[in-house]
């Protein structure tokens, strides 16, 4: 191990790797500007002050370690990093060091990133997000032979963990994904997606899915949910505890759901007009004949809430208004701020993305999985690589990941369209910008009572952009923000009781104002919802006795085929 005289060298090496990271990693135009960047010397140079400090602090404490007794970390951050938290970190006095000059780099590289200078805000962005990449990847506990649980593990059991590593990445390599739960203990239809129901309605890119009701009498007015179209619907509907699904037709709704064909290669010219001609407008009147009502409420999450609001908008354009209320979850209409996604969309890229599959072809699933998963790669990445090939682990059972995995795709018109008059040039806010089915869109004519929920780690949808749906609809807005992740934050059961969510700011304000002018309750959200949602039941009737109308006669059981099919 070197010693602290040469620091600088260190320092200087650490720079050129990020730099040269970066190079390989930049668009052509942005690696030719970053080439020349160079940090202002008066921002630069105490950061490598204050590392060569921590550093020499560091190198002392392990030179006057005694007896292997730990002493508290010089490097705080080290004790809330998961990473490190196993005692086999503590007890080694290498390992000890390892990690807090592991800790003490990443944080000058990312500061180092912050300053470097430019005059767009997305190509800083994007310099931010490949260092944290390039710096997680480059943590101790990716390795071997850095990793000391590693070591301690294949002596343990005598070297069988490092085969049952090496068998778990031949599999993975086989899958062509990373596995991040037992995908054994899980299977539609038997444990996951099991409230009752049947699929009522099909056609070639949805089945309808009413479901039995659980109570005596029903609200007149029933719930049709359209789910995001990437990924499954079961997100919505998996073990019956943490079911949304199920919990809306234990308050008393009548409740139907659009699930989404995986687009196949028969389905590579679908446009976003055909999704909404398909999706939403075929499902309506399908909900209307069934229910007996004209009228229903609506739920969209993240571009299912997308997709749903855009339907409703060319059916108010066309004096059509099926919409009793309206609940958005994790959705954007206004892409002004589209988070860490921002760093995938560009100008070329989306060019070159019509230019491959805009006129014809499939963006592929399992591509953005691998794209969301690196929004989260200290979640959805590495710990799988250290625990499944490095220690030779089986991940835990875990409903959610099994479901992140089952991925599905976006027919390539449908996805390029999205990607540009949305993420790119952000049309669909203004009025009158976009024609869609023909008609043109407004959302201000969505003038229905709206529930908007956000989740306030969300790094897909930040809930300060899913706030600004409250300037673009015109009815009267409930604002509810939840604690944790674009997942987890929407998946909270009522049950359990767990978490915290803010409500009853100040919608005059923006996002943060709002915020500082909420209340903070403990639990779940989802009773906040059921509440608000009854007065929108529009009166109460005998549940039906059997599902579907002899003009829509019953398919098959829920969940359906198409959420099976691979």
Not at 290 to 315: D, E, H, W, Y
Not at 501 to 514: C, H, I, P, R, S
Request: glycine share 8%; with cysteine.
């Amino acid at each position: 191990m070197q010693g602290i005289a040469d620091l600088p060298k260190q320092i200087e090496a650490l720079t050129q790797s990020l730099a040269g990271f970066l190079e390989a990693h930049l668009p052509q135009d942005q690696a030719k500007t970053m080439a020349s960047l160079t940090p202002p010397a008066e921002k630069f140079q105490p950061l490598v002050n204050d590392l060569m400090a921590a550093h020499q602090q560091l190198w002392q404490q392990m030179l006057n370690r005694k007896n292997g007794t730990a002493e508290s970390p010089v490097v705080g951050a080290v004790a809330k990093d998961r990473r490190f938290s196993a005692e086999a970190w503590t007890t080694s006095p290498v390992h000890d060091y390892m990690r807090q000059a592991y800790v003490l780099n990443s944080q000058f590289l990312n500061n180092l990133a912050g300053i470097l200078p430019s005059e767009d805000s997305k190509e800083s962005a994007r310099i931010r997000f490949l260092t944290s990449q390039f710096v997680d990847a480059l943590s101790p506990s990716n390795f071997a032979a850095t990793n000391p649980e590693v070591i301690q593990k294949a002596l343990k059991t005598e070297g069988r963990s490092i085969t049952e590593g090496i068998n778990n990445l031949l599999r993975d390599l086989a899958k062509g994904r990373i596995s991040t739960s037992d995908e054994t203990a899980f299977e539609v239809g038997k444990n996951l997606a099991t409230t009752e129901g049947a699929v009522v309605y099909e056609n070639e890119l949805i089945q309808l899915i009413q479901y039995a009701p659980l109570t005596a009498k029903v609200g007149k007015r029933p719930l049709l949910i359209t789910p995001p179209c990437i990924n499954r619907f079961y997100i919505l509907d998996l073990q019956p505890e943490s079911s949304l699904v199920r919990f809306a037709v234990e308050a008393g709704h009548t409740v139907f759901l659009i699930s989404w064909k995986n687009p196949g290669k028969e389905d590579a010219h679908r446009t976003w007009d055909d999704y909404l001609e398909l999706g939403p407008f075929s499902a309506i009147p399908v909900v209307q004949a069934i229910s007996g009502s004209q009228t229903m409420n609506m739920l969209g999450f993240c571009i299912g809430g997308t997709l749903l609001s855009s339907a409703l908008a060319v059916l108010a354009a066309r004096g059509e208004k099926p919409a009793a209320s309206l609940t958005l979850l994790t959705t954007m209409l206004d892409f002004a701020d589209t988070g860490d996604i921002d760093i995938f969309v560009d100008a070329p890229s989306v060019a070159a993305r019509e230019a491959a599959i805009g006129k014809g072809g499939l963006l592929e699933g399992r591509e953005l999985m691998t794209m969301f998963s690196s929004l989260r790669p200290n979640d959805l990445v590495w710990p799988y690589v250290s625990g499944n090939y490095l220690l030779g682990n089986t991940p835990q059972a875990f409903d959610i990941l099994y479901w992140n995995a089952d991925s599905t795709g976006l027919p390539g018109p449908m996805a390029c369209w999205y990607l540009r008059n949305t993420y790119l040039e952000n049309r669909l806010r203004v009025p009158g910008e976009l024609k869609l089915c023909d008609q043109p869109v407004d959302l201000g004519r969505l003038d229905m009572p709206t529930y908007l929920f956000a989740a306030r780690e969300d790094h897909i949808v930040p809930w300060q952009t899913a706030y600004l749906v409250t300037r673009l609809l015109s009815g009267q807005h409930r604002f509810v923000l939840g604690a944790s992740g674009h997942i987890a934050g929407v998946i909270n059961p009522a049950a359990k009781n767990r978490r915290n969510y803010w409500v009853d700011g100040d919608l005059k304000g923006d996002a943060n104002q709002w915020l500082a002018s909420a209340s903070e309750k403990p639990g779940s959200w989802w009773s906040d919802w059921s509440d608000w949602l009854e007065d929108f039941k529009g009166g109460e009737r005998a549940a039906p006795k059997s599902l579907g109308s002899k003009a829509y006669k019953t398919i098959e059981p829920a969940p359906g085929r198409y959420v099976q099919a691979r």
